[in-house]
């Protein structure tokens, strides 16, 4: 019998050398590099028009039902309340309450000029009272000692029900002039303009003010107490400015008049302020608190 060696070169079962793989070019990679480019050009600032624009009805609707939170709080106690200080971190005791806590004395000059949704007072959450890019929305009321005959905030200071309806048309027209905030579109603001659109004169003076600081947050604090002075991104512009927090001469007293105005992108006059703003009758109305009718 032969017997042959095994000869591997000649096994059909010999291992083959793997095939070559070929790679990408560097021109290759250079054209899916601009071909993404190009889409992402085309298709991202669309991408992110479309979210920010559900930012914005988002935090709408958060203004909204805060604007439902303030009513209830009227039903109960008669009056707005004052606002929390946003200055304060996370886990101070005072963090989310009207500022004085209890609300028994004219607003605290901190409340005014860092004013925030006082959301442990509204029996709300601290989320309830975040925009959609996460900063605390700023609450401004007609409140403090220097308007302390017409605050909305002093006890039973939005209750008309009492008065008598023999002589309360003289006296509802009496309060609503010097009640509540003026609002406009534009700085300056010229009393009786066109630019202005709620105005204590005319009687239609804002109650209170919700501002959202909208996608650059300058001018708003975040859930932490940290106040946001740069922008993140563009802004701000001088209609924003009207509208921070923490901005002197807003250290004792309400601003005379806030802004609400057409979202715009042109970086000298840069404006994303998201804002809602009530008017005192219609609070007064929506809680029930109206005046009678004469018999």
Partial sequence: MNHHAFDPSSSDTAPQAPARVRG???????LVLLIVGLLASVFLPATNTMLDNSRRKETRATLEAVEQAMVRFVVVNGRLPCPANGALPA?????GLEQPHPGTAACTAAALTNGVVPWRTLGLAQDDVTDAWNTMISYRVWAGAA???SSLTRPDGMNLSNLDPATQNAQIQTFLQASGFRICSTNPCA???????ASRTGMTGAAYVLISHGANRVGGFSADGVYLGTANGPGPGPLENINFNALA???????DFYIEAN????????????????????VVQGANLGPRQAP
């Fill in 147 to 149: 308007v302390a005959v």
């Fill in 191 to 197: 009393i009786g303009a066109a630019a202005e659109l």
């Fill in 249 to 255: 001469p807003r250290t004792a007293t309400p601003n």
């Fill in 91 to 95: 886990g101070n005791a005072e963090q």
């Fill in 263 to 282: 979202y715009a992108e042109n970086p000298a006059a840069y404006f994303d302020d998201i804002v809602l703003r009530p008017t005192v009758m219609s």
């Fill in 24 to 30: 990408f070019s560097l021109v290759e990679m250079a």
